[in-house]
């Protein structure tokens, strides 16, 4: 972070007392964006900065068609708002685009608010995965989503290009950090009864993963995928070879990174990959496409090898220096995340016309 954005980041924090982030995005899912936001809730109130949330748990929900880990609330205009009032926070954040993420969007331009929001997930392309809707017509909803804002966080800076170049504005950067006490090296504690090298993936089990990428390769060992979700059934009775563990947490998760020669990452779609740096801080060497992400993460070509060929990936991978892929993972941390966050908030209390004619 420059001079400038770290000066604003300790201004918004001196200022800061209440922020609320709003999600659609919560448990019992296991993904990316909730993790990212219950570490930086964590990280934030350590810094004495009071952490609220609006999430669907508070509301009915329904089911996603075909995800139905993924709930989409029911709550009426008038309960969120009700909510906010509640909690009156400093700071809203929205962290999503979903009926949350609309509700209290609307919240704020009706009282002429300023929030931030931040874009997390490839929705566009998921959606286009499943339906015929081309991700240029879901463009259309976020750009107009996003631009009351002001400012949309995203993770990378290969995102924020592509995202500007269709269309959305007021972009900034807000990076990710990661437990590298958790996530750290040590022996090798698992798979130890089964043929090596130990190939690694962890992540949701579904299309927009491209899993079948990792476990189609003809590489020798054993590939290994922890994670869970729609495609699972039909992928573990067409690679019986692969080991499947379903979704690991805490400690066990961690020996299981620690444990890997090789973590594989065969996604094309995701805007930063939270399980990259959890793997590297383990030093694990990555190996993945040369796409959004990876590109922007796997810095150190001695950390990691990208390839649009992902089995010459994974075979150069194999001979990196597992020091050099710590010594990356710990270069993300959850300080430097948050004060991202911070320097990018504004007072709720600033009418967003005010805020214009300011810039």
Not at 321 to 344: D, K, M, N, P, V
Not at 351 to 358: G, K
Request: hydrophobic share 40%.
């Amino acid at each position: 972070m420059d001079r400038d954005g770290g000066r604003r980041a300790a201004q918004i924090q001196a200022a800061a007392r209440r922020v609320l982030i709003v999600t659609d995005a919560w448990r019992p899912q296991t993904n990316g964006v909730v993790r990212t936001l219950e570490s930086l809730g964590r990280e934030l109130e350590r810094r004495d900065i009071e952490v609220r949330y609006l999430t669907p748990e508070r509301f009915w929900t329904l089911p996603v068609p075909t995800y139905p880990e993924i709930r989409l609330s029911l709550a009426t205009q008038s309960s969120v708002g009700a909510f906010i009032d509640g909690v009156a926070p400093h700071h809203i954040h929205i962290a999503t685009e979903g009926p949350l993420g609309l509700q209290a969007r609307q919240y704020c331009l009706d009282r002429g608010l300023a929030f931030t929001t931040s874009f997390h997930t490839r929705f566009p392309e998921y959606l286009a995965a499943r339906m015929p809707v081309h991700p240029d017509w879901s463009y259309g909803y976020f750009r107009w989503f996003h631009q009351p804002a002001t400012s949309t966080m995203v993770p990378t800076p290969s995102l924020l290009a592509e995202l500007s170049e269709r269309g959305l504005g007021n972009l900034v950067l807000w990076s990710r950090g990661v437990d590298s006490a958790r996530f750290s090296p040590g022996p090798k504690s698992r798979f130890l009864d089964l043929p090596g090298p130990h190939l690694l993936y962890v992540g949701r089990v579904a299309a927009e993963k491209s899993v079948e990428d990792f476990l189609r390769l003809n590489v020798e060992g054993t590939k290994i995928v922890v994670g869970d979700g729609p495609d699972r059934a039909a992928l573990e009775r067409d690679y019986p070879d692969a080991v499947f563990l379903g979704y690991q947490f805490g400690e066990e998760l961690a020996a299981l990174y620690r444990s890997a020669d090789v973590f594989v990452f065969p996604s094309r779609t995701d805007t930063f990959g939270n399980v990259l740096i959890e793997a590297l801080a383990s030093g694990v060497p990555v190996a993945a496409y040369p796409v959004t992400g990876p590109k922007d993460i796997v810095t150190d070509s001695e950390a990691g090898a990208l390839d649009v060929d992902l089995g010459a990936a994974v075979s150069r991978a194999l001979t990196l220096s597992r020091h050099a892929a710590r010594r990356l993972g710990e270069s993300f941390t959850y300080s430097a995340s948050a004060a991202q966050f911070l320097g990018a908030l504004v007072p709720l209390g600033q009418m967003i016309s005010q805020l214009a004619t300011a810039g």
